[in-house]
């Protein structure tokens, strides 16, 4: 929904909207003003991308004001992960690598049980993603799954994988 709201002297025709999600910037759509305010709600259905929109008020003289470099981005697809390994676990720590088709942050939520419960994350927004987790026990079954979360709150979650630490040394 875009909200386009505009005050005048008691003149105003009416509201623009305008948008470059169909082949360049052009108006829109356009609503009937009352005589000294307007507001006017336009709800559009747009595909993936970023877009660039404004709203323009005019008055019953042909006087115009605009406001526009405004921007929406749409984004509704969840990231895709891959190429998820643990690595050569040592005795106390693994290192846990995925890559993901956009800038995401990662997270990793590992333990000795299915249930897992611990959780190593970061937020930076990157789309190769390595998360080192320490203070493991040597010779364990660990078990893990890893998510990343786009801008837009689009999330997704592989899993449950496992890896096991190596033997203690000496």
């Known amino acids: 929904n875009f909200n386009c ?13 305008y948008g470059n999600w ?28 970023t877009f660039a929109w404004g709203c ?19 984004d509704s697809v969840v990231p895709v992960i891959s190429a998820i390994s643990s690595g050569t676990p040592a005795s106390a720590s693994a290192t846990i690598s995925w890559t993901s088709n956009e800038n995401t942050n990662s997270s990793v939520l590992y333990g000795t049980a299915l249930s897992l419960g611990t959780i190593s994350s970061s937020t930076s927004g990157t789309t190769s993603h390595s998360r080192s987790i320490s203070s493991l026990s040597a010779a364990t079954v ?29």
């Open 22 to 49: 169909s082949k360049g910037w052009h108006a829109n759509e356009t609503s009937t003003a009352s005589i000294t305010a307007a507001e006017s709600i336009f709800s559009k259905t747009l595909p993936e991308g």
């Open 142 to 170: 660990y078990f893990y799954n890893v998510s990343s979360c786009d801008a837009a709150g689009n999330c997704l979650t592989n899993g449950t994988f496992n890896f096991t630490t190596a033997a203690a040394s000496g």
């Open 5 to 17: 709201s505009a005050e005048g002297n008691g003149n105003l025709a009416n509201i623009t909207l």
């Open 56 to 74: 323009q008020a005019y008055d019953v003289d042909g006087y115009q004001g605009f406001i526009g470099n405004r921007t929406i981005t749409i």
